[in-house]
């Protein structure tokens, strides 16, 4: 009986086995929808096979992963056009465009996982304060771009920390995420104040305004993403402190980021600052709902604050304000193209970066105007194009300006868990906002942040 | 005479072994081999390229009882669990009562209208809601229109509301379904039984109780288990309509596991498997008292 | 006489037709807000605009440029057709087995299946993503299909179904020398049509509306289904909702249709599995 059971088993093993295979047969239907990404690999395979041959013939073309249709994409583009036109005419990059920067931090967490990083692009676009955590914990997934042909020194010094780690280059800087503060000038003129007031002021001051602006206007003066919050992040920086010290959680011991927990609970009592549920909220509802008078993030949301064609004319930009008065300066949530692991001409994608984003004033040109990326190369945010007045505000230099506050950006303590800070602080504005104690709402989040910080180093 | 008998009772035999090997095999790979899996990941730690055994080896396992998020996010499920699957089955339940009347006119329309939800994805379901209610939203506008709300409320954006609304897109999702099972239970009960019932002097509440109810047992069991699984797992609508905000406070078991899969940039397997375990056990569990409530009652 | 008793029992039914409209148009409001969104533009979208507007074509072309709508469709087409053909294959057979080969190993084995019910998505996802990409499967339709051909849930559904299969019969067929898969074949799949329609509206459903793994398992743009394209739709940086909406009824009309169509059967053989 046992015996016939085994063969019973087998048999079936062999069926499912012709069943699979009877699907396999199938699985070529679903692949066909992919030929694009597949020859693309094949000709970068075929490039692996000849090496040394790979730089003359057939290997000119790269697969790079993005995010943002409005923005990056565009700058990738604008790469592609200069390469092609300077360097090599038959290049192609190939860009996928992923629909959030989660996406690529997920497919490198999954192969690096499974040890399988064939699915990943020869480039791709990866988040700041993410890169780091990565490239230690996957160190296959990346190689290091240091003797790429570029002028290092050209580039901001807090910019390039991010992407340097143990003194190897990793990836060429795209994004400058220095924050703006950008002002409706026509609706402050109604509640009587000018963008000159704005400049350089405190935040008791902007409260002042804020408060007269909702009055008159009935538009907040302010509005952020309140799940992801960004604001005392940048709120802090621009008074040069970070939410760590020494590698640890520096919230409740904190005087100034308490005292900013406090002015934001403050503002949002006042109907100055609106928290929005969550990203698409902030966008969708208050930016481009026209809720606002005023919008204050990294300079890429400005792609998102021109689409209310309406309003054009009506913007100007200028700094923070901070505590004590005196222009605040921060940067928020930049990015930078990496080289990856599963890179099939690694020196062709050295090369294509070095001749683009290494500093090609013809690249960053075309990369304000298509999408607005703000380079992070001091060099060519020296163009005509950057010193250009932009109608939508108010036909102001705005390229000029953000490029001129980057250089004030201060540099604060980086950690791997920067954005699981501002996710618990996040949660605890909510509640405070909510009428929660602000200490115990601090001390919650200090605590979840060091449990989750503990978990990874154990 | 008798021996070939035995051989086409052994050739039947093993043709119903045959049968369901493919099955078998794909559930114990497909299935029990991965939690297998994740019940020794879960006694690991580190990044998951390079991953060692945790010291103590439950580390994970006390860990997840001191997190007071993950503790949430149980929270979290069971209150969905609580309101959302009893008022569930018995709005389904009152729908097929009454859909299976048999003087009721238009029947099959209104079938299909309460169907159609089951029809619609989750993730379509869980962004059409979203949008219904957002602040500045068409339940706002209507609300405030006829003057139930003064102004706008950003119902995702408070703690109570958030969940109300995940709640009651459950409750539009999920009812027709279970309504379905329930409609084809009552329509396979004969008219007969009914009718003698109603010799006997039975009203209709006692013949729901003594006649319905026992003869549907099976069928409500098994609501009653998918439910239950369903909600523990819940996940496309934590992510796609709250996505577990505002401050977490919609997260669900799945949502938060799969943030410490993949997550805010910072993955942990060892522990998400722990937590995934965890959940399993859960499950299992209730489940499996589910199954003895049910068996008791004959 | 009778017209009379209809109409007493109708006014006596008022109170259930009402309950009954209301549910209905709770149950279909929705659906109606996502056919008018997808006319509208973003703004009237977000401002909660009701009534159908002009904007479709424009959401077309936008939705059309941005995404690969037609890759998505077609690799959901393909992903849950396939999946369903393979997937009432294998448990309509499983079903078959052990309802009327049953003795008492099987019956033990099939409550060991019955567990599986209870593993949770989430705790499978890595172990199972890697053995995908250990045996090249991620972006294709085994990757996608395989851990969710052999439900439970389907297995029992046709094991129930079968209780009304006529044993006897069996027993005449074999006399006539019809093989054992002969019997499943030719008689068990004609006679159990109606199960195998409604568990066919409900693995396509469920192939269709999947979510969580394809995220996992389809890390290709190329393969990524529809849930995968609406949800990414959602989480851009800048949302247009009009075109989302748009996304969102592309995504919901095939699975309405074949509700539609097999409705009847739907029905019919759900009844057979909750007897």
Not at chain 1, 82 to 102: H, R
Not at chain 2, 50 to 62: D, Q
Not at chain 3, 169 to 191: H, N, Q, T
Request: glycine share 8%; net charge negative.
């Amino acid at each position: 009986m046992k015996r016939r059971k085994i063969t019973a088993l087998l048999a079936s093993a062999i069926m499912v086995g012709s069943l699979l295979a009877g699907c396999a047969g199938a699985a070529p239907a679903a692949d066909a929808a992919a030929p694009a990404a597949d020859s693309g690999e094949e000709a970068a395979a075929s490039a692996e096979e000849a090496p040394a041959a790979a730089a003359e013939a057939g290997s000119n073309s790269l697969t790079v992963w993005a995010w943002d249709a409005n923005f990056n994409i565009p700058a990738l583009k604008a790469a592609e056009a200069d390469y092609k036109a300077n360097v090599d005419p038959d290049f192609t990059l190939n860009i996928v465009e992923q629909s959030q920067s989660s996406d690529i931090e997920n497919a490198i967490t999954l192969a690096g996982s499974s040890g399988d990083y064939s699915q990943l692009p020869d480039i791709v676009l990866f988040q700041d304060h993410f890169i780091q955590r990565y490239v230690a914990d996957y160190p296959d997934a990346f190689v290091d771009v240091n003797d790429a042909e570029v002028d290092w020194t050209d580039f901001g010094e807090e910019k390039l920390s991010y992407s340097t780690i143990d003194g190897k280059h990793y990836g060429f800087p795209v994004d400058n995420g220095t924050c703006i503060f950008a002002y409706r000038v026509d609706l402050l003129e109604e509640a009587g104040y000018t963008i000159d007031d704005m400049t350089d002021c405190t935040w008791e001051k902007f409260i002042e305004v804020g408060e007269a602006v909702y009055e008159k206007t009935g538009k907040y003066l302010l509005s952020m993403d309140g799940d992801g919050n960004d604001l005392f992040y940048l709120m802090l920086q621009a008074e040069g402190l970070s939410q760590f010290k020494d590698g640890k959680p520096y919230i409740t011991e904190n005087e100034t980021l308490v005292q900013i927990v406090n002015i934001i609970h403050e503002m949002c009592e006042k109907n100055v600052c609106y928290l929005a549920n969550d990203w698409g909220d902030y966008t969708d509802q208050t930016i481009i709902g026209d809720m606002v008078a005023g919008v204050m993030n990294g300079n890429w949301i400005i792609p998102t604050i021109r689409q209310v064609a309406e309003n054009s004319g009506k913007w100007e930009i200028t700094n923070m304000p901070t505590i004590n008065g005196g222009g605040g300066y921060a940067a928020n949530g930049g990015s930078s193209l990496y080289v990856t692991g599963n890179c099939k001409d690694t020196d062709l994608a050295k090369k294509f970066l070095a001749a683009t984003f290494g500093g090609s004033v013809e690249t960053y040109d075309n990369a304000l105007r298509d999408g607005g990326v703000v380079t992070c190369c001091i060099s060519a945010g020296q163009s005509d194009v950057y010193n250009e007045g932009v109608e939508y505000f108010n036909n102001t230099p705005i390229y000029a300006q953000i490029v001129e506050m980057g250089g004030h950006v201060p540099v604060i303590e980086q950690n791997d868990f920067h954005y699981t800070a501002r996710q618990y602080m996040a949660a605890a504005m909510i509640n405070i906002n909510n009428g929660a104690d602000v200490m115990t709402e601090l001390k919650n989040a200090e605590d979840q942040l060091i449990f989750e910080m503990e978990g990874a180093a154990q | 005479m008798k021996k070939k008998g035995k051989s086409i009772q052994a050739k039947q035999q093993r043709a119903g072994w045959i049968y369901l090997t493919p099955a078998t095999l794909l559930i114990f790979v497909m299935s029990f081999y991965p939690i297998i899996q994740a019940l020794i990941t879960s006694f690991r730690t580190g990044p998951s390229s390079r991953m060692k055994w945790a010291s103590p080896l439950t580390w994970n396992y006390t860990r997840m009882f001191q997190d007071k998020l993950f503790m949430r996010s149980v929270g979290n499920t069971f209150l969905y669990l609580i309101v959302q699957v009893p008022i569930m089955l018995i709005l389904a339940m009152i729908l097929a009562q009454i859909l299976n009347n048999k003087d009721l006119k238009f029947k099959g329309f209104f079938r299909t209208c309460v169907f159609l939800p089951c029809a619609v994805s989750l993730v379509s379901y869980s962004l059409i809601f979203k949008s219904l209610f957002a602040t500045q939203g068409l339940m706002n506008h209507i609300l405030t229109s006829i003057g139930i709300l003064k102004e706008n409320y950003n119902f995702l954006g408070n703690p109570g509301s958030a969940k109300a609304i995940i709640i009651i897109a459950l409750l539009w999702r999920w009812t027709g379904y279970n309504m379905v099972f329930y409609l084809a239970g009552l329509q396979g009960i004969e008219y007969s039984v009914y009718e003698a019932a109603k010799i006997d002097g039975a009203n209709s509440w006692q013949t729901f109780w003594r006649i319905t109810v026992p003869l549907l047992k099976p069928t409500i069991i098994m609501t009653f288990i998918m439910s239950i699984n369903g909600t523990l797992q819940l996940f496309d609508e934590s992510v796609n309509l709250t996505s577990g905000g505002p401050a977490n406070s919609t997260i669900t078991m799945s949502h938060y596991i799969y943030n410490n899969s993949f997550g805010v940039g910072v993955a942990n397997f060892g522990y998400a498997s722990a937590l995934s375990f965890f959940v399993f056990i859960l499950v299992a569990i209730l489940a499996a008292i589910n199954m003895k409530v049910g068996d008791t009652r004959d | 006489m009778i017209k009379k008793r209809g109409s007493v029992v109708q006014r006596r039914l008022i109170p259930s037709y009402i309950f009954l409209i209301i549910i209905s148009f709770i149950s279909v409001f929705p659906l109606y807000w996502m056919v008018t969104a997808a006319t509208n533009s973003s703004v009237d979208v977000a401002r909660g605009k009701i009534v159908f507007g002009t904007k479709l074509m424009e959401n077309m072309r936008n939705l059309l440029a941005g995404q690969d709508l037609w890759g998505a469709m077609k690799n959901s087409f393909i992903f849950a057709t396939v999946q369903t053909l393979v997937a009432l294959f294998v448990c309509s057979l499983a079903g078959f087995g052990f309802e009327l080969y049953h003795d008492k190993n099987k019956d033990r084995l099939f409550s060991l299946l019955l567990m599986a019910m209870m593993v949770p998505g989430v705790a499978t996802m890595i172990p199972l993503f890697k053995m995908m990409s250990r045996m090249g499967f991620l972006n294709t339709v085994m990757g996608f299909m395989l851990p969710a051909i052999s439900t439970p849930f389907l297995i029992m559904m046709f094991r129930q179904n079968s209780r009304n299969f006529p044993v006897d019969i069996m027993e005449a067929a074999r006399i006539d020398g019809l093989s054992e898969f002969g019997i499943y074949w030719k008689m068990f799949f004609p006679v159990m049509k109606a199960t195998f329609a409604a568990a066919a509206v409900i693995t396509f459903m469920n192939a269709w509306n999947a979510y969580l793994w394809p995220r996992v398992v389809l890390t290709d743009k190329k393969a990524q289904t529809m849930p995968i394209l609406i949800a990414n739709l959602s989480a851009g940086y800048v949302v247009d909702y009009g075109m989302l909406m748009l996304g969102v009824l592309f995504c919901s009309i095939p699975t309405m249709i074949i509700f539609f169509i097999l409705q009847k059967q739907f029905a019919e053989g759900i009844t057979g599995s909750v007897k």
